[in-house]
């Protein structure tokens, strides 16, 4: 009687136990998936929320599981806590041969359930993440030829914590300076230099379009970032779109963890992983807006 | 009708294949011949038609095409079984009472119920405390991932970050919810209450103790290890107990090393300290580092009564239900005003002496 479903999607993320929209993104990229058809079965599992990482893989009750990491760098959650909390057998981050923006997935059994849980590197260092952010300029401008004339700024928290999370910014900061046509293209942070306290002063361009690389909406993107630019306004998370500071019209877009698009990188790491997906990754891309390459 | 959706077809198949017997239901072949045989009657020397026409519309029948015939989960399966009281109910009273819509559980505070519609069970799902509503009152759901936002606040709107706690909104209702989607529902509401209940019930349920979780903790949490004993104590009193969490407590301090605060009732059991827990126990860790210092503070008895009111008040969840204006309640707003003014400076210090100034 005793089936288990062959494949299942988890997606990993911290969440919170004071606020509630930081599992939303989380939330509604995976009932993007679920629609798509992609997997049996998808689940959602938090650091700080439930389920948590210890007891998704019996949940899912699947033999093959892609776990997907809703975090923008390689580190503390996706070097130690993940495959510590999720019994990964044998988890070496080494297994990755990353240099610290390139991990792609590894495999191992999960102890909890004899799982195979093929572990994949965190959404924020994929390549179809440069086109997220870029996603999300043309969102937060209503403008899907944005590029021209216009400033793009990509923000992420900095050094404080590790290393790899400034790689992950500078990354897609290249990237897009290289693959797309705007004006100028910062890495930014908030404490470290070029700090996003500058940014009207560092940009030449009129207009600069400002995307955190953070995963869900939250004090650093609604308070911390509008106030360091001189944005904010007296509500928590209220900030004039455009907004101007010093004569620069800056286009804040909140964390680009919550543009729809995100579900695309998602399915584009488990398929990097190997999972079967390709139909559900077209379907994902027409429905969020995502360029869709024509299968042959 | 095929053996994928007709319970009788299904039945003369399996039984050409081999005997079977499912919660009082036996079929049997026998040189070329069947038996037939339930708790309420026996029928021999049946050809595979004959077998067909006693089969048809046999309760039993319908049972063991349901239990047998479907892909569930081993989890799922038991706690499908377990809605309808399978293992201690016969089929004939099960199915009268599952026609008639009267068989309930509660689930933490879920209320479930179940019933036999066109052949198929369907489930009913809804908060306890609305066990009485009238259904056209409640706010009605089709889709389990729905069941996530019922989940994620509270009556009064307050964000719940412990999905177990028991300030489960109320006023909806999910009026019809196949097995698979019921449990959906569930693990949106309680995540893994069911996966670790049926593993509890088989006695493979993985238990980590309290120094086995705080040793594996790393980061900020590392120094949640320093807390033992007594400390572990009020540890689960502040959290752990009923009034707090609906999950019942397997885990003690270590093996042999129990903690004796009532490890509570609810229905499925907490495995292990779960992140509000190590979250709290960090905060604790922390004061718990401090030495402690002898003041001396001057109180009227009935000042030193309010204190501990309005500790209590705070600790049992209980501010919003004291009125304005009611003076008689020691944790009133304005009586802790009024002791605030006569006994606390400025900055909301209390006035008192140290044995160990700075």
């Known amino acids: 009687m005793s089936q288990q479903t062959d494949e299942a999607l988890v997606i990993v993320a911290h969440g919170s136990h004071l606020n509630p929209d930081s599992s939303t993104p989380t939330f509604s990229h995976a009932d993007t998936i679920r629609e798509a058809d992609a997997f049996e079965t998808v689940r959602e599992a938090f650091w700080k929320e439930e389920p948590s990482f210890r007891e998704v893989l019996r949940i899912v009750g699947a033999e093959t599981v892609?776990?997907?990491?809703?975090?923008i760098s390689e580190g503390y959650f996706t070097e130690q806590v993940i495959p510590r909390e999720l019994r990964l057998q044998d988890w070496d981050v080494a297994d990755w041969e990353s240099d610290g923006t390139s991990a792609d997935h590894a495999t191992y059994t999960a102890a909890d359930t004899g799982a195979t849980v093929r572990y994949c590197g965190p959404v924020g260092t994929h390549d179809s993440m440069t086109d997220v952010i870029v996603q999300r300029a043309r969102s937060i401008t209503d403008n899907p030829d944005v590029g021209p004339g216009v400033g793009l700024a990509v923000v992420g928290h900095g050094t404080e914590r590790n290393e790899n999370s400034a790689k992950a910014i500078e990354y897609h900061a290249d990237r897009i300076r290289e693959a797309y046509d705007f004006a100028e293209v910062k890495a930014m942070f908030m404490d470290e230099s070029p700090e996003v306290d500058d940014v009207a002063a560092l940009f030449e361009s009129d207009d600069v379009v400002v995307v955190p690389l953070f995963v869900a909406d939250g004090y650093h993107t609604q308070e911390d970032i509008p106030a360091?630019?001189?944005?904010?306004?007296?509500e928590p998370g209220s900030y004039p779109v455009p907004g101007m500071v010093d004569g620069t019209k800056i286009w804040y877009s909140g964390a680009?963890?919550?543009?729809?698009?995100?579900?695309?990188?998602?399915?584009?790491?488990?398929a990097d992983a190997g999972a079967d997906v390709d139909a559900a990754i077209d379907r994902v891309k027409r429905r969020t807006g995502g360029t869709t390459i024509d299968a042959e | 009708m095929d053996r994928e959706s007709d319970p009788v077809a299904a039945l003369v198949a399996a039984v050409a294949e081999r005997s079977i017997s499912y919660d009082g239901l036996s079929v049997s072949k026998s040189d070329g011949l069947y038996t037939f045989e339930t708790t309420e009657r026996q029928v021999t020397d049946l050809t595979a038609s004959a077998l067909g026409e006693t089969a048809a519309g046999d309760p039993f029948v319908d049972n063991w095409f349901h239990w047998t015939q479907r892909s569930r989960s081993t989890a799922e399966q038991a706690f499908l079984r377990w809605v309808e009281h399978a293992e201690e109910r016969s089929v004939p009273e099960r199915y009268s009472a599952l026609t008639s819509g009267v068989v309930v559980r509660e689930w933490g505070q879920l209320r479930i119920t179940a019933t036999v519609v066109d052949g198929g069970r369907r489930y009913g799902l809804r908060h306890s405390d609305d066990r009485d509503a009238d259904p056209?009152?409640?706010?009605?759901?089709?889709?389990?991932?729905?069941?996530?936002?019922?989940?994620?606040?509270?009556?009064?709107?307050?964000?719940?970050?412990?999905?177990?706690?028991?300030?489960?909104?109320?006023?909806?209702?999910?009026?019809?919810?196949?097995?698979a989607s019921l449990v959906e529902a569930i693990d949106f509401i309680y995540p893994a209450t069911i996966q670790n209940w049926a593993l509890e019930r088989e006695g493979e349920l993985d238990v980590t103790n309290w120094a086995d979780a705080a040793d594996r903790q790393s980061g900020i949490y590392a120094m949640v290890d320093e807390l033992s004993g007594e400390q572990l104590e009020w540890?689960?009193?502040?959290?752990?107990?009923?009034?707090?969490?609906?999950?019942?407590?397997?885990?003690?301090?270590?093996?042999?090393?129990?903690?004796d605060t009532p490890h509570g009732a609810g229905a499925f059991p907490c495995r292990e300290p779960c992140s509000v827990v190590i979250s709290a126990a960090r905060k604790w860790t922390q004061i718990e580092r401090e030495d402690t210092e002898r003041y001396t503070v001057e109180l009227t008895p009935s000042e030193k009564a309010q204190l501990e009111a309005l500790v209590a008040a705070v600790a049992d969840g209980r501010i919003d239900e004291i009125r304005e204006a009611e003076f008689s309640d020691p944790a009133n707003r304005q009586r802790a005003r009024y002791l605030r003014a006569k006994r606390f400076d400025a900055e909301g210090t209390l006035s008192a002496e140290s044995d160990r100034p700075n």
């Open chain 2, 136 to 179: 056209a009152e409640l706010e009605r759901f089709v889709d389990p991932l729905k069941a996530r936002e019922i989940a994620t606040t509270d009556d009064k709107g307050r964000y719940r970050p412990l999905k177990t706690a028991p300030t489960l909104s109320t006023g909806w209702l999910f009026p019809e919810l196949t097995g």
């Open chain 1, 228 to 234: 360091d630019m001189g944005l904010a306004l007296d």
């Open chain 1, 256 to 270: 680009v963890g919550t543009e729809p698009l995100l579900a695309d990188v998602i399915l584009e790491r488990a």
């Open chain 2, 235 to 259: 540890l689960t009193e502040a959290c752990c107990v009923d009034s707090q969490c609906l999950k019942r407590r397997e885990w003690d301090a270590a093996d042999g090393e129990e903690i």
């Open chain 1, 66 to 71: 892609y776990v997907v990491p809703m975090f």
